[in-house]
């Protein structure tokens, strides 16, 4: 059956340039697998003729928009968001290793997997690319929680044999047959996709990253997720661990780990010769930039993403970023864009922000037309956004004379308030 939902509707078209309609409409209609999709979008004059037949919501002074896609988030850190420490690496050892310890308990992985999904879509992120931790029972918690409410979601265990203390560290052969073992359990199922996850080089094997690389070759349209370049401590340390690599970003490439749909978080510490790389070998970054300023990690070079021509999109990076409102998101990534001491300083348009965390970030996911746009063939993913949620988002948006200023104005001063309401494409079991 065909539904329709009358409103204003923000779209993109395939080059990323944001498309709005004051008085659109959206059509959906189930596919084979009784998943939502577009079936035509538009403005209501020209799309309501076409659905004469469809049942119709109005949502008068709302705005439809894509689900916020989440390129780079921990599951597990929900609990550590703003836990203080001098940098990245103190950071993981006094809080990061002691909380995901607890994940070895499936009770405790799967009250905290509800906790974070909530949170999530109160936000208005529908899709996120996930650490999970090294313990198979906190990939379980993730999935079965995710496949019951129907979510596009993504993680995988994660990968650390060494330079780890107890109760988070694994062991090289088993880490790596259960990794496989899950990939057959759970990649392709209903939404859900796998994402083969080491930590970061520093603290696996060259024999752990050279099962990772055997299994992402062996399972291609598995995700690859980790981080690199985000801290000259680490990058210091990863450089006197792997001394023969030209880079430390050399180092993953040199073990198979560089491919479409693999995603490294920050990638703040890099030259253009690391940013050829990922160009060549289609690879993303998640930018982080909460958890940048947050961990004083640094400031990812927007500029020179774009001057070399990288994929890239938007991450929350909770818990070391600070928020899983993709407002503070996009409001941040605007704010070290701006900053110009230690690279060129941009202006990066409202649109192009908001595009990063849903299409832009989708494509970089390798799922450009599956989630993160609105338009036909998409799944139906979205957010009715109020944007009179505050007196003085009302004041200020109504004020906007343009579609940049509507954008700029939500960015600014939104968080979760703005999200009326999150709408999953996928038909719950009866
Ligand atoms: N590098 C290795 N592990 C982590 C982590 O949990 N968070 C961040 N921000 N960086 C990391
Ligand atoms: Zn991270």
Redesign the pocket.
């Known amino acids: 059956m065909k539904r329709a939902y009358r409103a204003s509707l923000l779209r993109f078209d395939d080059a990323g340039r944001p498309l709005f309609d004051e008085d659109g409409l959206l059509v959906v209609a189930p596919d084979a697998d009784g998943r939502q999709r577009v079936l035509d979008a538009g403005s209501h004059a020209a799309v309501a003729p076409r659905h004469p037949e469809a049942a119709v919501t109005h949502w008068p002074g709302r705005i439809l928009a894509p689900g916020f896609v989440d390129m780079h988030i921990?599951f597990p850190?929900t609990d550590i968001i703003g836990a203080p420490a001098d940098g990245?690496l103190p950071w993981?050892e006094n809080y990061?290793f002691p909380a995901e310890s607890r994940f070895a308990e499936a009770a405790h992985s799967e009250a905290v997997a509800e906790v974070f999904f909530d949170e999530l879509l109160r936000n208005g992120v529908t899709t996120s690319l996930t650490?999970a931790t090294s313990h198979v029972a906190s990939v379980q918690a993730f999935f079965a929680s995710a496949q019951r409410r129907g979510l596009r979601m993504i993680t995988g265990k994660v990968l650390q044999d060494r330079h780890s203390p107890d109760g988070v560290r694994d062991e090289t052969a088993q880490s790596l047959a259960d990794t496989e073992s899950l990939i057959r359990q759970w990649h392709g199922v209903d939404r859900l996709g796998y994402a083969i996850t080491p930590?970061?080089a520093p603290?696996s094997t060259d024999a752990q990253l050279r099962g990772a690389g055997e299994l992402a070759a062996k399972y291609p349209d598995t995700w690859i997720h980790s981080?690199v370049a985000?801290n000259k401590d680490?990058v210091k340390w990863a450089r006197e661990l792997f001394p023969h690599a030209r880079s430390y970003l050399e180092v993953y490439n040199g073990f198979g780990l560089m491919r479409e749909r693999a995603v490294y978080?920050?990638c703040i510490h890099f030259d253009d010769d690391d940013r050829r790389l990922m160009r060549s070998t289609k690879t993303a970054t998640a930018v982080?930039p909460t958890?940048n300023l947050f961990?004083g990690s640094g400031f990812f070079d927007f500029e020179g993403a774009d001057r070399i021509g990288y994929r890239y999109g938007l991450a929350s990076?909770v818990g070391?970023g600070t928020s899983f409102s993709p407002f503070t998101t996009m409001m941040a990534a605007y704010y070290v864009g701006r900053e110009g001491q230690t690279k060129p300083g941009i202006s990066i348009a409202p649109s192009e922000l908001w595009w990063r965390h849903t299409g832009g970030a989708a494509e970089a996911l390798g799922l450009a037309g599956v989630i993160g746009n609105l338009q036909p063939g998409c799944e139906a993913d979205f957010v009715v956004i109020d944007p009179k949620a505050t007196p003085l988002l009302a004041r200020k948006t109504g004020l906007a004379a343009n579609l940049e200023e509507l954008l700029f104005a939500m960015i600014v001063l939104g968080d979760d308030r703005l999200i009326e309401r999150t709408v999953i494409s996928q038909a719950l079991p009866a």
């Open positions: 921990h850190q990245l993981l990061t650490f930590r970061f603290t981080h985000e680490e978080a920050h982080s958890s961990l990076d070391g």
